[in-house]
């Protein structure tokens, strides 16, 4: 009966072996691999150090390859030509949804445009003031919820009670609508105090989706809700006169079911995935569908208005006419933000 005795080679002679390792991963190798082994044994100690060497290239190849990924990501992020080209797709695409939308709606709806070849100037003059006071109430509403954030406002009113939070806002806001539009817009000042206080409450409903989605996406939902917004409001401009005022009715009763599918998760338990799915198609896309005809009925009910207040039957107002525009513009890019989100999750 024979046996072999191996003699264990040093910490040394293991490292002349193995050049590309370091003196002390050499150490921690062998410390391990005689830990492991019995002192009699028919196997020999180098080969239980080629696993480990096998293990640590493994190892640092990963290491390697997960720092080449970054730098690749962090030249593609800060590289200028990057940026431009991302930029530009972006604006692409804007383009091609107020093209789009511009080319179907005017296909679909807008086959019989004004008979006398353009809009009045008087509707065209209020017009343009409505869009006016849009632009800048949404301009005052982004301004106030980035000073929200930035301000630690947005984090103090979460930490409280959401619920009390979010029913007073909704009654402030829908106070400060109701006492913009009571006001004779011949009182300047109160008028347009209710105004910036509709609008400071806006900011604070929107501000919390803007600390969730990144800046870049929100520019996104932005470029595209102005997209949206552009093409349907030129639809709305150069159609027959009174073409889509009786279009009131379906669209409030359009935003009611809207409304119900958004209250959905509270009363449906979470067992019900197939129908919470449906009231999350039906929030966002038919959201989307509402909110866009509505935008089409503002724009005509303006020009309306615009008629009326040249006759002399009523006073203008491009205030209280841009606060349903205003709504529009909220409702669509809210629901913009949120199907660009669903989209980055599962791009991910």
């Not at 091609?96 to 100037?121: C, H, K, Q, S």
């Not at 008028?191 to 910036?196: I, L």
């Not at 996406?217 to 595209?224: E, H, S, V």
């Not at 006419?321 to 989209?343: G, K, P």
């Amino acid at each position: 009966m024979s046996f072999t005795i191996t003699i264990r080679a040093g910490p040394a002679r293991l490292a002349s072996r193995v050049p590309q390792l370091s003196t002390a991963a050499s150490l921690r190798a062998f410390h391990q691999s005689a830990s492991k082994n019995t002192f009699f044994t028919s196997k020999a100690a180098p080969l239980v150090f080629r696993s480990n060497v096998k293990s640590s290239n493994n190892i640092l190849s990963r290491l390697q390859g997960a720092s080449r990924g970054y730098q690749s990501q962090y030249d593609r992020v800060y590289d200028p030509t990057a940026r431009r080209g991302e930029l530009l797709r972006k604006l692409l695409i804007g383009g091609a949804i107020f093209g789009g939308t511009l080319v179907a709606v005017n296909a679909v709806f807008n086959r019989e445009t004004r008979e006398d070849g353009g809009m009045p100037p008087f509707e065209r003059s209020y017009l343009n003031r409505t869009f006016m006071h849009t632009g800048l109430g949404v301009g005052i509403i982004g301004l106030t919820a980035y000073q929200m954030i930035q301000s630690g406002f947005v984090y103090r009113i979460m930490v409280t009670n959401p619920w009390i939070v979010g029913i007073g806002g909704i009654a402030l806001s829908i106070g400060s609508m109701v006492a913009t539009r009571a006001i004779e817009p011949d009182n300047y000042i109160p008028k347009y105090a209710c105004w910036g206080l509709f609008n400071a409450t806006q900011a604070a409903l929107v501000a919390p989706l803007m600390t969730i989605a990144p800046p870049a996406l929100l520019a996104r939902a932005g470029l595209y809700t102005l997209a949206m917004m552009g093409s349907i409001s030129f639809v709305g401009a150069t159609a027959k006169q009174d073409k889509y005022l009786y279009i009131g009715g379906p669209l409030l009763a359009g935003a009611a079911i809207v409304a119900v599918s958004g209250f959905a998760p509270l009363v449906l338990p979470a067992t019900a995935v197939r129908t919470l799915a449906f009231t999350e198609n039906l929030w966002l896309y038919g959201g989307l569908a509402v909110f866009g005809g509505f935008t089409l009925y503002d724009v005509q009910k303006v020009l309306y208005h615009a008629r009326l207040a040249q006759r002399g039957a009523i006073k203008e107002d491009p205030v209280n006419e841009s606060i349903s525009l205003e709504l529009d513009f909220l409702n669509i890019f809210v629901r913009m933000v949120q199907i660009l989100m669903m989209q980055q999750r599962r791009n991910r």
